[in-house]
């Protein structure tokens, strides 16, 4: 029946607006005149019933009918308001409240609304001007609305306490103080764009974009989320996508002042990366680490493209041989990025060069596992290889030359190296002495024998077997090494030492090898 008056009302009201009669359609000879006070209290009625049922959105229809039936009824305000505070739509609701007060000054209920939805927005100031005035026109009721007063004080708390966190950059502190705070202020778009804000500073960005796009879906041109999705799209490397954003904000609110400084950031962030790339570019790497060093102050915050930063100084440092300096670089860049597959390449190169073989296979090993590639096992392979290679003796450290040392410059050291070592030399010092210039000398021999054989040390290059890897090779006799090389078993080796000890053997040597 409601329904009915309704669509009847309405249609007498187009027709009216037109000039014409409903005379022409329906007879109304018998029809009894419109009760709009009664209809409308049914509809209020029928929005009461939904209401207790938790169906708001039929409930605001409802009240609406009323409403456009009786628009001058405070109480119907009052309802709508009410259910649109259960749907968190509190901006509709202050505004059926304001009216519900402007139709009903004496409406303590919407008096109250008012304040609970500018406190739901946020709006703390606006909250306590209208719990002030209500106060001063209704004295009898102070009970009523304290518990308002006391969650304005609050959240005046909370605010000044995340503010405080925030200058400390504890942004943990910050996220957490603010999710407390949108308990009791559910509505607050400062309270929300701050804590994603905040969720970004913590390279959160998933959550972070997530918080920015549901305030988005309620108002597109929110600045505070079209910042936060910027900052998000800045800190994960993003520039050029970041600088549109905060370009946005600013048409949007041209006083930004955030997003002014993001876009200056994101300039000079770019501006002087690419020129410390082209320094390394051009050799001039000493310029190249000066620049870098430069764009890593620009945004601390920035961790992706710091990390990259970092591994372009491990870069320059590894073409400068200063492999100390670019492992720092590396350990700097892989703590902002643990994913970034580049640093740890260029950290297992380090820790190969630096004779770190069991932290390069460690780097090598978990490098395989992110990318499951030819290029990542055949990585792995080579470190487990270097690895088994280095617990050998070093031949190449024995004898005291490099590993690209030439036949020559290989002999040159077997002969320094001898010499320095052999025996005699060491005839008259303590028993200790004496046995480590044994050991010595017969590694020295042991290093020879196989750098001095080209298919020995091409095998021995390769990481392959050669007798005993660990121990060095058996059945050497240095001093058959030694005579050869100086000249035969003629005595030759009298010209280098004089003397000898008790025991010795006509050619001067004491000892003999297993």
Not at 169 to 182: C, E, G, I, M, T
Request: charge should be neutral.
């Amino acid at each position: 029946a409601t329904l009915l008056y309704t669509i009847k009302f309405e249609l007498s009201v187009v027709m009216s607006e037109n000039g014409d009669s409903d005379d022409h359609f329906m007879d109304t000879s018998d029809q009894p005149p419109r009760d709009l006070e009664r209809e409308a209290e049914d509809a209020k009625e029928q929005g009461n019933s939904a209401y207790k049922l938790k169906d708001y959105y039929r409930a605001i229809k409802c009240y609406t009918n009323a409403i456009n039936l009786q628009p001058e009824k405070a109480a119907y305000y009052g309802n709508r308001a009410a259910a649109y505070m259960m749907i968190n739509n509190y901006l509709n609701a202050l505004e059926d409240s304001t009216k519900s007060v402007e139709k009903d000054p004496n409406f303590f209920k919407g008096s109250l609304r008012v304040i609970k939805c500018y406190i739901a927005l946020g709006n703390l100031t606006a909250a306590s001007r209208s719990l002030e005035d209500l106060k001063s026109r209704d004295t009898s009721n102070s009970a009523s609305y304290a518990s308002e007063t006391t969650t304005i004080n609050r959240l005046r708390e909370m605010e000044a306490s995340a503010e405080k966190d925030m200058n400390k950059s504890d942004y943990r502190k910050v996220v957490y103080v603010l999710d407390r705070a949108l308990e009791m202020a559910p509505a607050c778009t400062h309270y929300k764009s701050r804590r994603a804000e905040c969720l970004a500073l913590l390279g959160r960005y998933n959550e972070a974009q997530e918080s920015s796009n549901e305030m988005l879906r309620v108002n597109s041109l929110d600045a505070g989320a079209l910042y936060v999705k910027g900052l998000c799209l800045f800190y994960q490397d993003q520039l050029d996508k970041a600088r549109q954003h905060f370009l946005q904000v600013l048409r949007v609110d041209p006083d930004h002042s955030k997003a002014r400084v993001a876009i200056k950031d994101v300039k000079e962030l770019e501006g002087t990366k690419q020129k410390g790339n082209a320094a390394f570019t051009s050799g001039n790497n000493e310029e190249a680490l000066k620049l870098y060093k430069a764009a890593l102050l620009i945004c601390p915050n920035n961790k992706l493209t710091n990390a990259k930063l970092h591994g372009n100084l491990a870069a320059v440092h590894m073409k400068l041989k200063n492999y100390e300096e670019a492992l720092k670089a590396c350990n700097a860049a892989i703590g902002l990025d643990d994913h970034y597959i580049k640093a740890y390449i260029r950290r297992v190169v380090c820790y190969q060069e630096l004779d770190m073989h069991e932290e390069a296979v460690r780097d090598a090993d978990k490098l395989h596992n992110m990318e499951h590639s030819r290029e990542s096992k055949q990585r792995l392979r080579d470190a487990n290889n270097k690895l088994k290679m280095s617990k050998r003796k070093d031949y190449y450290k024995i004898l005291g030359c490099s590993r690209s040392a030439t036949e020559d410059e290989i002999k040159k050291a077997y002969k320094k190296a001898a010499l320095k070592h052999h025996p005699d030399r060491h005839s008259h010092g303590t028993e200790e002495e004496r046995s480590q210039a044994e050991k010595q000398f017969k590694e020295v021999g042991e290093a020879y024998a196989v750098l001095s054989d080209p298919n020995k040390k091409m095998r021995y290059d390769n990481g392959e077997d050669l007798d005993d890897p660990m121990g060095g090779m058996h059945n050497v006799d240095p001093t058959q090494i030694f005579q050869t090389f100086f000249g035969g078993a003629g005595g030759g080796h009298n010209q280098f030492f004089t003397g000898g000890r008790a025991g010795s053997s006509h050619n001067g040597f004491t000892f003999s090898f297993g």
